[in-house]
């Protein structure tokens, strides 16, 4: 596995024409096409390299200049194969004909070309970022999972192809990637991103986010990607964040040597931290937002399932099939619950001078075999919130990284990553 490439180095040293773009082009088109034959994180694009050099000449004329080229000037981008990206077609892992799942280019790559990124190619994804699996396999281990549904942008960033990957969230698709992948993996509040230009799959949960091979990469890229971004004062900050453990029945989803794991990692960060009652039934909690995905996933795929349902994975089929069978009303009381829901965790988070929650990222390393992603459980009511997110690498066990989750309060993304700054402090001490 090549080793990960921080994207802030990275970005300058292209700014700085070290390497040039066209060897630049060279050197990422020769990494792909020798590594991702038996990792399978990008979509096969077979004119991928004349694609890159002309985007990369285009790039050079407009800004000759290295002082004034934008802050991505050349880095290489990976976009999950749910996002559209002008000049590639859109999938979404699926075997639906070309052309059906197309639209424009939306706000988010705009704003990555606007940067002066180029986009490498499209990631794998499972099928419609549901539960099917792409072909993606683990960088640290071909034969585990990578996660889903972000697969492939996840395995491209640890696997050293790229800097700086783009996927997207409705429960866990961010968060258990990265933690399985042992990169670092930033879901934004939701809204924080705008939606437009994506494949949805359930529109009151998704959101855009981002993979980079350390905390400096993920800030940089949210200054640029998310709307209205507030920067963070330089030099430390001005107290320790205080961090708070949910407590009840959702940590009894975590496998026991995982959570032993997480409960070592606690303790060794030396901050103040707070066990709190937060989630209350977790178990109503997983229904509500079980009764809002599998309803809006149906609705959303409504006419093109009638048209198209025989080319559905059987994964997608049953869920889609789940989601017919909920009624509105159930979905309009699911939806005023999680508004209650959300409520709730906001107070106790206030009530308690929490800054971050910290949980296990995922319920364990990442699974033998490449027929699950793993589950979501750990990202689930943090996504049934809409709240930030952001999963740290925090160690191994039997030789699989293992993710650290950090959850910030509402439209407190900016607070959240300084706080996780502290946090990665720690962890790599």
Known sequence: MEPMTPLVPAAARLRADDPPLAEHVER???????????????VPEPGRHDRLSAAAKELEARYPDPAG????????????????????????????????????????????????????????????????????????????????????????????????AIGTQTVGSMIRPAAYCGVVGFRPTHGRVPAEGTVPHAPTLDTAGWYAADLAGVRLAAALLCDTWAAQPAGPPEREPVLGVPVGGYLDEVHPEALAAFEHTV????????????????????????????????????????????????????AIRHGREVDRADHRAALAARADFRRRVAEVTADQGVDAWVTPAATGPAP?????????????????AGLPAV???????????????????????????????????????
């Open 267 to 318: 303790r060794g960060l030396g901050l103040t931290v707070r066990r709190v009652d937060v989630l209350g039934d977790f178990d109503t909690v997983k229904h509500h937002l079980r009764t809002i995905i599998r309803y809006e996933l149906a609705q959303v795929h409504r006419d093109l399932f009638a048209r198209f349902g025989s080319l559905y994975r059987p994964e997608t089929v049953a």
């Open 391 to 429: 999963s740290l690498p925090a160690g191994a066990l039997g030789g699989l990284p293992l993710g650290l989750q950090c959850v910030g309060a509402d439209g407190g993304d900016e607070r959240l990553l300084a706080a996780a700054a502290v946090i990665g402090e720690r962890l790599s001490a």
């Open 69 to 164: 080229r934008p802050p991505l000037y050349g880095v290489a981008v990976g976009v999950k194969d749910v996002v559209h990206v002008d000049g590639l077609p859109t999938h979404a892992g699926s075997a639906l004909p070309p052309g059906v799942l197309a639209g424009p280019e939306g706000p988010l790559v705009g704003r990555l070309r606007a940067a002066g990124a180029l986009v490498a190619g499209k990631t794998v994804t499972a099928e419609f970022a549901v539960l099917a699996p792409g072909p993606t396999r683990n960088p640290h281990d071909l034969g585990h999972t990578p996660g889903g549904s972000s697969s492939g942008s996840a395995a491209a960033v640890a696997a050293g192809l790229v800097p700086l």
């Open 28 to 42: 990422l088109c020769t990494r792909i096409d020798r590594i991702d034959p038996a990792l399978r994180a990008f």
């Open 368 to 384: 033998l075999g490449l027929d699950s992603t793993g589950s979501a459980v750990m990202s689930l009511p943090w996504s049934h």
